[in-house]
């Protein structure tokens, strides 16, 4: 029998979120304006079924971005995984990595725009 486990925070406890990021490069700076044009077709879906309480899309070079979302906890930085398999299957692209990693520092100091 498992036993009962109240959830974190009643336990005075806070979830530890989880950062990825991702990085692709694309062969042409035209591929990568099409992935950019899908994303932004598809934000509302995506917005939907993303639970990242925060995304920053940069502009590395003129073929290569890289993304960074942060996610409340590990079951939304999994549920996440499905999402990213849906978008890197969208357009070509020559290469692409992620990693995950805990937050331990989330501070913003800028209006969001």
Avoid at 19 to 39: G, Y
Avoid at 63 to 80: F, K, M, V
Wanted: charged fraction near 35%.
């Amino acid at each position: 029998m498992k036993a009962l486990q109240l959830p974190k925070a009643v336990r005075g406890e806070k979830d530890m979120s989880i950062a990825r990021i991702n990085s692709v490069e694309f062969d042409t700076p035209e591929q990568m304006q099409e992935r950019l044009a899908f994303l932004k077709d598809k934000e509302k879906e995506f917005t939907k079924r993303n639970q990242a309480e925060c995304f920053i899309q940069i502009k590395t070079s003129e073929t290569s971005i890289l993304g960074i979302l942060i996610y409340p906890d590990e079951e939304s930085a999994e549920e996440g995984l499905s999402l990213r398999n849906d978008v890197m299957s969208s357009t070509k692209h020559k290469d692409s990595w992620y990693m995950d990693g805990e937050v331990t520092r989330f501070r913003i100091n800028k209006t969001i725009y």
